[in-house]
């Protein structure tokens, strides 16, 4: 199974927008990408990233994006999910999130692809509604 490497996260955008791209961000970035592939190892599913680090002026045109996204930060990733398998294995297996260290934005606001973040949201729920 191949894993998510920070070309895909960065889809380009490190050379578009580098000036906007920290070393800080740059290290979100790596644990990010580990914890991601962490879950998808122990979930034995392979996946795409659908949306990693997002530039400001990117962010600004995703549809429904907040001004705060935390992949604006490099601390979230989409995950290509068309089934909704990798969501439902997320659900079932809630200890495995937390032991990666990871909180998951609930499949009801993300069908097709699955959110993941490496930080608590603001209820401090392993499973929130955005």
Request: glycine share 6%.
């Amino acid at each position: 199974m191949g894993t998510i490497t920070l070309a895909q996260y960065f889809r380009g955008r490190d050379a578009e927008h580098g000036t906007e791209l920290t070393e800080p961000l740059k290290r979100n970035a790596e644990v990010t990408i580990a914890r991601a592939n962490a879950l998808l190892q122990r979930a034995c599913i392979a996946c795409a990233v659908n949306s990693g680090w997002r530039p400001r002026a990117v962010n600004a045109h995703v549809p429904n994006a907040s001004p705060r996204s935390l992949h604006l930060t490099c601390e979230a990733i989409d995950l290509a999910d068309p089934d909704d398998r990798l969501d439902a294995w997320c659900m079932s297996h809630l200890g495995e999130l937390e032991a990666i260290g990871l909180w998951l934005e609930h499949p009801d606001a993300t069908p097709g692809w699955c959110h993941v973040q490496i930080v608590p949201p603001p209820s401090g729920r392993r499973v929130f509604e955005p």
